[in-house]
């Protein structure tokens, strides 16, 4: 069965702190990984597509890495407006996105 | 330009209501979704549209009902709606069910009384 899960639940970040989100997945056949942002009672944002292991994307201070288990969403020197729930999700069989739970970020001036 | 758009942004009705969600974009793509998202939980789909045809419909109550007139717009009626029902509507469009970035809309605050 398909999975998605992310950690940590909540980081929480002094700005300039650079840190790292996790997202590991079991699917048989990766169709895509999505990175999106969301903001409290708004869409998602999205951010990255991630096809294939060793693939890399950027962004302003956001880098998105893929591996054959798992992305990493690196924030380096978040400021406060970096602060947001980013979300991690993966295509399945199906077409359709399994999302991770979350993981709630705060950056203190 | 990969903007979804919504309407309304809050909606409150009581129970014995019917109301109609929209969904818009412009983008030529023909897959288009609904999902619905509670505080502090991911988004969880409810339906999904490939070629203006009902796709996948993932054992929602039938107090929700989906329509597409055409590739550009989606609507989702409600009838009878509970106060669980209370959550965040969103909408999202993507190239094909099996290819492309899902682009998500603003969503609509729904609040049953």
């Known amino acids: 069965e398909d999975q998605v899960t992310q950690s940590p639940e909540a980081l929480r970040l002094q700005e300039g702190e650079s840190s790292s989100l996790n997202c590991s997945y079991t699917?048989?056949?990766?169709?895509?990984l999505f990175w999106y942002r969301q903001d409290p009672g708004k869409g998602p944002e999205f951010l990255f597509t991630?096809?294939?292991a060793g693939e890399e994307k950027e962004k302003e201070r956001l880098k998105a890495t893929l591996t054959k288990k798992e992305s990493f969403l690196h924030i380096t020197a978040p400021k406060p407006e970096d602060s947001a729930t980013y979300l991690c999700?993966?295509?399945?069989?199906?077409?359709?996105?399994?999302f991770g739970a979350g993981t709630q970020v705060v950056v203190t001036p | 330009d990969t903007e979804v758009t919504q309407t309304p942004k809050h909606l409150v009705m009581g129970m014995t209501n019917k109301k109609s969600l929209k969904c818009e974009q412009h983008m030529g793509h023909r897959a288009m979704y609904w999902y619905k998202q509670k505080a502090k939980k991911p988004p969880e789909l409810m339906f999904v549209y490939s070629y203006e045809k009902l796709s996948i419909n993932e054992s929602v109550p039938s107090r929700f009902s989906p329509e597409c007139p055409n590739s550009s717009l989606l609507n989702l009626h409600l009838h009878a709606l509970q106060p669980e029902d209370s959550a965040l509507y969103l909408c999202a469009s993507s190239q094909g069910m099996e290819e492309g970035t899902q682009y998500f809309g603003p969503g609509t605050r729904l609040t049953v009384l």
């Open positions: 699917v048989s056949g990766l169709r895509g």
């Open positions: 991630l096809y294939s």
């Open positions: 999700a993966v295509r399945d069989s199906w077409g359709k996105l399994q």
